[in-house]
């Protein structure tokens, strides 16, 4: 790499007797005036960095674990060539550990009077908001001796959004679902279904469901069907208090809960019902409400994208008169919260019944797969004390479980990568039995 500056004329003197020269620069120019004449012309024929005109274009939102392109188009106003080393900083989780020198940094060159794009490929780390900072830009001048810096402002913002992972289960569950609206109607009417139609009765049919009437009009035995209602209302809320900012394996409990929110909302969207969005702690970080079918899913990636943990308590009485308000009529209400003893004890089930008395409530929790491989641990004393205190954690949840459900909750306690599909599944129950 070409020296600049004052450490290019050092290096050119370093062979030189010592005492011959001063290190002033008054001394270095009395020395060597032909090097110091060819570094004043190297540095006057380097291109000015301020004149030049940065703009942005590309990417404005990826989905994380994917690759965003921002293209940085540089144009060069003056009569010099620009040859020139640039930096387009951005925060450090914009790309994978070890590899932002070699993904932020390039060289260009633009003729006079021209423009060249240069590509910044990010790959972030992290869900939010990442924007650039600023441009900095060494122009060199033809012998390599002597740089112009410099550094400009161009603002852009990459949204990267939740990944959605467990997308990959939604087939399965929509092939369920159309099972169960209209390809196979449920025999017993339940307290979320409506009259679909008569067929002739087969053995194995509830005897409840048989249509008196209808058979007495026609020589078969007739049984009522029925199918699922539509345009339901389901509420998901999302715990952003402390509890979801523990960490499961490589990422917090909030992403998980997102994760499983979205596969139930992509389903529950095309079951015909309406979906809704409150995130909460202290107060409502987030609300989406109102949304048709084809804009829900971006809208709830959108509003999620930039939710974070807060490190507070979550308000559970705050929590239930928001839900309240958004919820006006009967609804599924989706609590993805913590199953923690103390949380739920002191803070939900006090004011449970609020919701009960009007809403079906499903709370859904992320639990811990490493629990469970302490539990089977064996082999030493310090396995054994893992696997008691597994084995405890374990017990406290169930137990905590066991008391939502006879509050009339339905709890679904699941590991990161089977929260969603489980969540799914119970809510294809809720269907099936009418509950909904």
């Known amino acids: 790499m070409a020296l600049t500056g004052r450490a290019a004329l050092l290096a050119a003197l370093g062979s030189l007797p010592v005492g011959i020269w001063d290190?002033?620069?008054?001394?270095?120019?009395?020395?060597?005036?032909?090097?110091?004449?060819?570094?004043?012309?190297?540095?006057?024929?380097?291109a000015p960095v301020r004149r030049l005109g940065l703009t942005r274009s590309g990417d404005t939102n990826v989905r994380l674990g994917e690759t965003a392109?921002?293209?940085l188009t540089v144009t060069n106003p003056s009569r010099r060539p620009l040859r020139a080393r640039l930096r387009d900083a951005w925060p450090p989780s914009s790309w994978q550990p070890g590899t932002e020198v070699e993904a932020s940094r390039h060289r260009v060159t633009v003729p006079a009077g021209e423009r060249r794009r240069i590509t910044t490929r990010l790959h972030p780390t992290r869900r939010g908001d990442r924007q650039a900072d600023r441009v900095t830009i060494r122009s060199y001048g033809p012998l390599g001796l002597f740089a112009r810096q410099g550094s400009h402002k161009v603002p852009w913002t990459v949204r990267v959004l939740p990944p959605f992972t467990s997308r990959k289960h939604l087939p399965s569950k929509l092939a369920r679902l159309r099972e169960l609206d209209g390809r196979t109607s449920v025999l017993i009417r339940g307290e979320g279904t409506e009259f679909d139609s008569l067929r002739e009765y087969v053995p194995g049919d509830d005897t409840r469901s048989i249509d008196w009437r209808a058979t007495a009009?026609?020589?078969?035995?007739?049984?009522?069907?029925?199918?699922?209602?539509?345009?339901?209302?389901?509420?998901?809320?999302?715990?952003?208090g402390r509890t979801a900012a523990g960490r499961v394996g490589d990422a917090p409990r909030l992403d998980a809960s997102m994760d499983a929110a979205l596969l139930?909302?992509?389903?529950?969207?095309?079951?015909?019902?309406?979906?809704?969005?409150?995130?909460y702690d202290r107060r409502a970080r987030a609300v989406v409400q109102g949304r048709t079918v084809r804009d829900l899913l971006p809208s709830l990636v959108n509003a999620m994208a930039t939710l974070e943990p807060e490190l507070v308590e979550l308000d559970a009485r705050g929590l239930t008169a928001t839900a309240l308000r958004t919820a006006p009529r009967r609804s599924l209400i989706v609590l993805l919260t913590s199953l923690d003893a103390a949380p739920v004890e002191e803070g939900l089930l006090p004011v449970l019944s609020q919701l009960t008395q009007r809403h079906t409530v499903l709370v859904a929790s992320v639990a811990d797969p490493y629990i469970a491989r302490m539990a089977t641990a064996r082999g030493n004393t310090d396995a054994v004390y893992e696997a008691a205190a597994a084995a405890q954690a374990q017990n406290e949840r169930h137990r905590t479980a066991e008391q939502l459900r006879r509050h009339g909750v339905t709890v679904v306690d699941?590991?990161?990568?089977?929260?969603?599909?489980?969540?799914?599944?119970?809510?294809?129950?809720?269907?099936?039995?009418?509950?909904l």
């Open 217 to 240: 009009r026609q020589s078969a035995v007739a049984v009522r069907t029925w199918r699922p209602e539509r345009d339901r209302h389901i509420l998901l809320v999302l715990d952003t």
């Open 23 to 46: 290190p002033s620069w008054t001394g270095i120019l009395a020395v060597n005036a032909p090097l110091a004449v060819a570094c004043a012309c190297d540095f006057a024929l380097a």
């Open 69 to 71: 392109d921002v293209t």
């Open 414 to 435: 699941e590991t990161p990568d089977e929260l969603a599909p489980a969540l799914a599944d119970a809510y294809l129950a809720l269907k099936t039995a009418g509950r």
């Open 264 to 279: 139930l909302a992509a389903l529950a969207s095309r079951a015909g019902d309406r979906v809704d969005l409150l995130a």
